[in-house]
Structures are given as structure tokens and as C-alpha cells.
């Protein structure tokens, strides 16, 4: 996994992304047990105290859950998982609507934009 | 009450005033960077906590005591240049430091060494400025302090270096310690930090959570850092 993250945002709130994208993609199945704190801190480069918050969250959010003497495991519950990337999926399609707006880009123009994306028949748009 | 505490601290150099009149207070489980330009202050204040310099009024405290014998027991400090006499082994460094503080774990230093590929036999003079830079902090690291006071641990590293470095702090320091990390290099230390203590011409001009600043001002750290001190 590569930890990347953006200058500004906090740092909490990009782990939690991070983490819930590994939940959905799978890279940490439903039901596996989580490394501890301090070694994904040390993998991602960050201080444990920001891991233990953005945990916390994800704890909260259901997510996530701690079994006292076995560690912390993520969450058996595919639908809840099934929502939460609705959730996120939803998010980054406004982030992306919203920048092709503001390059003046129509409804239309999106949709073409994508479909011709998606179909690999256009290869010459990248920047 | 604070690992560290500072009350009305100043520390003169004639008619310079190197630090001025500064109240601090750090709490366990913390890892603080202290950030400010060359010559701000921030070597002089980890020197005072070390008992190295001299306070001219106010105190300084740790774990509630003046500096002294008695602190330097619960203090794993990391001078901001290389402090071991060359000449030894690293052998000898390592019984050095066993002698010396009895909080230090040689095995677990001795197994970080094992891991790095270091000849115990190879003298500190012979190891290239990076890995004294290393062997130093895994030394510094493998104590189990209540303070950890590292100036400038990655000054002139390599980009591999640092992320090592970075890496050993993490994995090592012992969770209810603090942790004090003065440096000038924020962009490659702020997302291990948990706040951050501004220093400029001896006095403290800001202190917050990382995620605070970067939550509240939409930059990070280092971008902040640059605006405060803009030139």
C-alpha cells in the first residue's frame, strides 16, 4: 500500500480514506484482523497517536471493531462495507464533477467525456 | 504536569538574549516538533534541558526536577552532532551506553545494528557520515527514557536516510514518553508529530496541533511555517 498524502488536509482524516479504500478494494478483506497501530503508522510514515484517532473513527463509523485480547478486526458486514464505497464513490464523482465544471465542461460534454473513457477510444487526452 | 516544563525560562549570551522568557509545558505520549530558523533558540533550550547550559532566570524542569544527575536517567538525548568518541568500536559504544544508562535495552539496539548490516567490530571514525548519523539514533532510541530530546536528527541525510530514521523513531520510542524533535526540515517530519512549538529569537509565536493547522488554516505545517517566517 502507498501513503500518499495531500498538503491540505489533515492528516486523520486522509488515513481514514485510506484505510476504508483498502476495506473496499479488499486489500483488507471483511473480517481480517488489522496490523496494530504502530506498525501501520510506521508504514504510512505517520505519528501512531493520528493512526489511534483515525481508527477511533473508523471504530465509530462501524467499520472497524476491536476485540479486546485479539486485536482489531474489520468488519464481517458487506453491506455496511457495500455503502460505505456507495458513499465514497459518490464523493469523488462530485469532487470530479465539479472540477470539469469549472473547466466549463456540460453535462453532455461529461458524460461523452466518460464513456469514451471507459471505452479506451480516447488515448490522446491525457495531460 | 508536564515531562517537560518550562517557567519563565530566559538564557542570556551577553547581550543576547537566546531564549526569552519562555512558558512550556509538554505531556507524555506526545511527539512535538520544535521548528524555528537557524539561531532561534532551539538547540539552546534542549541544551538547558540537558543540563549542558545554564538557565540566567526562570526554570526548567523535568519530570518535575531541575536538571541534574537524577534527570539525565529519564532523558534520551541526541546531540545535533556526533558525541561518541570515534575511536571506539561499536562494540565499545554499545558498553558505553550499557554503563552509562540503565534503562538501555542492548538487545534491542544490537538487533536494529544486526538489521542495518553494521560490523560491530567497525570503528565510528570508518562508518560514513549517514551511519553515524543511524548508529547514533539507535542508540539514543534503544533507551527507554521518559524524554527523548533529538536536535536536528536528519539534518544532512539522505532522502533513504531520513525515511530510516523517521521509521526507528516511530518504532522505538516508548509510548508514554515525549518525544522532542527540533528541526528546520518540517515537510519530512510533520506527519510523525502530533504538535508543533514555533520558535523565533527565543520566544514560542505559536503552538497546535498538527492536524489543528492544517484543519483550520487548509496548509500544511511546513506552508505555515513559511508564512510565519516569511523573510
Known amino acids: 500500500m502507498v ?10 482524516a486522509q488515513l481514514i480514506e485510506h484505510i476504508a479504500l483498502a476495506v473496499i478494494t479488499g486489500e483488507f478483506p471483511p473480517g481480517s484482523r488489522l496490523p496494530s497501530v504502530r506498525e501501520l503508522a510506521s508504514e504510512a510514515g505517520v505519528n501512531p497517536n493520528t493512526m489511534q484517532r483515525a481508527f477511533g473513527e473508523l ?33 469523488k464523482t462530485a469532487d470530479f464533477v ?13 458524460v461523452r467525456l466518460v464513456e469514451e473513457n471507459m471505452r479506451g477510444e480516447k488515448d490522446n487526452g491525457d495531460l | 504536569m508536564g515531562i517537560f516544563e518550562c517557567k519563565a525560562l530566559t538564557k542570556r549570551y551577553g547581550s543576547l538574549t537566546a531564549i526569552d522568557n519562555i512558558d512550556l509545558d509538554i505531556e507524555p505520549g506526545h511527539i512535538v516538533g520544535l521548528l524555528g530558523p537557524n539561531g532561534s533558540g532551539k538547540t539552546t533550550l534542549i541544551k538547558m534541558a540537558n543540563g549542558l547550559l545554564a538557565p540566567t532566570a526562570g526554570q526548567i524542569l523535568i519530570g518535575g526536577e531541575k536538571p541534574s544527575v537524577a534527570t539525565k536517567k529519564i532523558v534520551s538525548y541526541l546531540p545535533d552532532r556526533m558525541a561518541l568518541p570515534t575511536w571506539m568500536k561499536m562494540t565499545q559504544a554499545l558498553d558505553f ?14 538487533e536494529l545494528l544486526r538489521r542495518l548490516g553494521i560490523d560491530p567490530g567497525q570503528t565510528i571514525k570508518q562508518m560514513s ?36 530514521i523517521i521509521n526507528t523513531i516511530i518504532n522505538n520510542y516508548n509510548e508514554n514518553a515525549a518525544v522532542v524533535i527540533s528541526t528546520h526540515l518540517i515537510a519530512d517530519v510533520e506527519n ?16 497546535d496541533a498538527v492536524d489543528a493547522i492544517r484543519e483550520g488554516r487548509g496548509m500544511s505545517v511546513d506552508a505555515y511555517f513559511r508564512e510565519v517566517f516569511k523573510c
Not at chain 1, 458487506?78 to 458513499?87: C, D, M, P, V
Not at chain 1, 465539479?98 to 461529461?110: K, L, N, Q, S
Open chain 1, 3 to 12: 501513503w500518499k498524502f495531500k498538503a491540505d488536509q489533515p492528516i486523520y
Open chain 2, 97 to 110: 551506553f550499557g554503563d552509562f544508562y540503565e534503562d538501555f535495552d542492548r538487545a534491542m539496539a544490537e
Open chain 2, 192 to 207: 510523525i508529530l502530533d504538535e508543533v512549538i514555533f520558535i523565533n529569537s527565543g520566544r514560542i509565536v505559536c503552538r
Open chain 1, 59 to 91: 471504530e465509530r463509523e462501524g467499520l472497524l471493531f476491536t476485540q479486546r485480547t485479539a486485536g482489531r478486526f474489520v468488519t464481517e458486514d458487506t453491506e455496511a462495507i457495500g455503502a460505505l464505497r456507495a458513499r465514497l464513490a459518490g464523493a
Open chain 1, 98 to 110: 465539479a472540477d470539469m465544471r469549472r473547466m466549463g465542461c456540460g453535462r453532455e460534454e461529461v
Open chain 2, 129 to 164: 557520515k549517514g551511519t553515524q548519523e543511524k548508529v547514533q539514533l539507535i542508540l539514543v532510541m534503544s533507551r527507554r527514557a521518559q524524554l527523548y530530546l533529538l536536535d536536528e536528527p536528519i539534518g544532512g541525510v539522505d532522502p533513504a536516510t531520513r525515511d530510516y
